[in-house]
């Protein structure tokens, strides 16, 4: 009965609100343009958050258990740059290893992002070693440019499957850059200075995707 008569009379609430519209039309015309004006400036003042982080009170237990255990065992959110290869090739080309390397030296830029917050092929090291010394070689050092050294950095990854679907797709179409994000840094805000720092490089011909939770 309650519900009934709630009904009632929105509907008829609604009614009288249509026929002033139709009695005064300048005057109806004149409110709706005063209001969208005053949610415009309004919306000049609006901050969309996407870091689900930023909207719980940093004092919460839960937020401080979670930076607790991150403080303890080092860990960090991760943003994943991922670059497909050409159309028809896999990512053992010289164009696509030489991005890897170039926005991997302009990540190592970014102020907050230390050497150890960027794993990519151009960080990570093979089983070979440096002539003449003890400390191993990175796998695209010496950069690659012939189809035996393709083929040899191929095989180099193959032999540590740890990287196939993390740095390389299983197929070979794509290979990814990942970057750790600060803890005293909001994600949108970092992840703006990354994509920053990557456009810096120019265009890249295929579609590179930002890949995290949240970007």
């Known amino acids: 009965l309650i ?4 009904r009632r ?10 026929e002033l519209s139709l009695e005064h039309p300048y005057r109806t015309i ?31 237990p839960a937020v401080r258990e979670d930076a607790a255990i991150r403080a303890a065992f080092g860990l960090k959110d991760a943003i994943v740059i991922l670059i497909p290869a050409p159309p028809g090739q896999s990512v053992f080309n010289s164009d696509t290893l030489r991005r890897v390397q170039e926005w991997t030296d302009r990540l190592l830029t970014v102020p907050g992002i230390e050497s150890a917050d960027v794993f990519s092929l151009a960080t990570e090291k093979s089983d070979r070693v440096i002539p003449g010394t003890l400390r191993f070689q990175p796998f695209l050092q010496p950069f690659p440019t012939t189809a035996h050294d393709f083929q040899k950095l191929r095989d ?7 990287y196939h679907g993390t740095l390389i797709a299983h197929d ?18 970092f992840t703006s200075r990354v994509r920053m720092a990557l456009e810096e490089s120019g265009p890249w011909p295929e579609e590179v995707s930002l890949i995290g939770a949240p970007i």
Do not use: K
């Open 3 to 6: 519900d009934g008569s709630f």
């Open 9 to 18: 009379g929105g509907m008829a609430l609604l009614s009288r609100l249509h």
């Open 30 to 60: 004149l409110v709706g343009w005063t209001m969208t004006m005053a949610i415009g400036l309004g919306a000049e003042r609006l901050q969309l958050r996407t870091d689900g982080a930023a909207l719980v009170p940093a004092g919460h």
């Open 156 to 162: 180099d990854l193959r032999s540590v499957a740890i």
């Open 172 to 189: 070979e179409s794509a290979t990814a850059i990942m970057v750790s994000v600060p803890h005293d840094m909001e994600r949108a805000m």
